[in-house]
Nanobody, 122 residues
């Protein structure tokens, strides 16, 4: 059973950077498509990024393109979300999720972490 744990959230000023980590146990992450999602207070959860099996393809929410980058570290069985030029509207709980490679990234992914809070505020 794949288990995911996010870390790296916190309070950051506008324009700052954070790197979120999604560490896996129970299986190798490299088999799965990995999505990052976020949920702001009072809003629905939205997909932020998706990285395919082996990291060949990545996709991003339009509002984070050019600012966020997702990557894999196979040796550490971890996926990262590097966030730069953060804005107050990036505030929310960030989740990573995994599904078999043919499923892609969507709101019904098979495995989810508990989330990590990112607050962008001065």
């Amino acid at each position: 059973q794949l288990q995911l744990v996010e870390s790296g959230g916190g309070l950051v000023q506008p324009g700052g950077s954070l790197r979120l980590s999604c560490a896996a146990s129970g299986s190798t992450l490299d088999y799965y498509a990995i999505g990052w999602f976020r949920q702001a207070p009072g809003k629905e959860r939205e997909g932020v990024s998706c990285i395919s099996r082996f990291g060949r393809v990545t996709d991003y929410l339009d509002s984070v393109k050019g600012r966020f980058t997702t990557s894999r570290d196979i040796a550490k069985n971890t996926v990262y979300l590097q966030m730069t030029s953060l804005k107050p509207e990036d505030t929310g709980v960030y989740y990573c999720a995994a599904s078999p490679p043919w499923s892609g990234c969507n709101d019904s992914m098979n495995y989810w972490g508990e989330g990590t809070l990112v607050t962008v505020s001065s």
